[in-house]
């Protein structure tokens, strides 16, 4: 079970998050345009449940290697050379996201530091900068699990 929850953890949580900005979104419609009310909070919301669902499809893209890349070069490589671009890439792609999650780390200690607040809702804003260090540390735990899995076993178990 737990191993089940890890392997599946961000398309649970993307699952879970896009039923809910979908009823979020009709109920809105509904509202605006059969009860004339704005429910501005609601689309505000939206919007953040969306920034969380976009890191955490990151990290579930790099789970099962679903990430665009260039197949022209790769296609032509030896299998030799083949992994060899791929831990390359994993090595960019984990760097990247260091940094992305570092720098995003700082915004969230400056949003609590100077207590910004979402206009409607008026919550505190680093529950949404938050999704940046936590999205870019799932990524880079991704990153490492596909290293240490071979590409043929994860096909196996999607």
């Avoid at 790099?62 to 890439?89: C, I, K, N, P």
């Avoid at 995003?104 to 938050?130: S, Y």
């Avoid at 936590?134 to 699990?145: C, E, K, P, T, Y």
Wanted: aromatic residues 12%; neutral net charge; glycine residues 8%.
């Amino acid at each position: 079970m737990l191993r089940y929850l890890f392997r599946n953890l961000e398309r649970l949580l993307i699952a879970v998050l896009l039923a809910a900005m979908t009823a979020m979104v009709f109920a809105g419609v509904v509202s605006r345009y059969v009860l004339h009310q704005s429910l501005s909070y609601m689309e505000e919301l939206v919007r953040y449940l969306f920034v969380w669902s976009t890191f955490l499809g990151a990290a579930a893209a790099t789970q099962q290697r679903a990430h665009l890349g260039m197949s022209y070069l790769s296609d032509r490589l030896s299998e030799t050379w083949r992994r060899r671009l791929d831990y390359f890439v994993g090595a960019a792609t984990l760097g990247f996201f260091a940094c992305l999650g570092i720098l995003g780390g700082q915004t969230v200690r400056l949003q609590c530091e100077t207590g910004q607040t979402t206009a409607a809702l008026g919550w505190p804003m680093w529950w949404v900068g938050i999704s940046v260090p936590v999205g870019s540390l799932l990524v880079i735990v991704r990153v490492i699990g596909c290293w240490l899995e071979p590409a043929e076993e994860a096909e196996g178990e999607r």
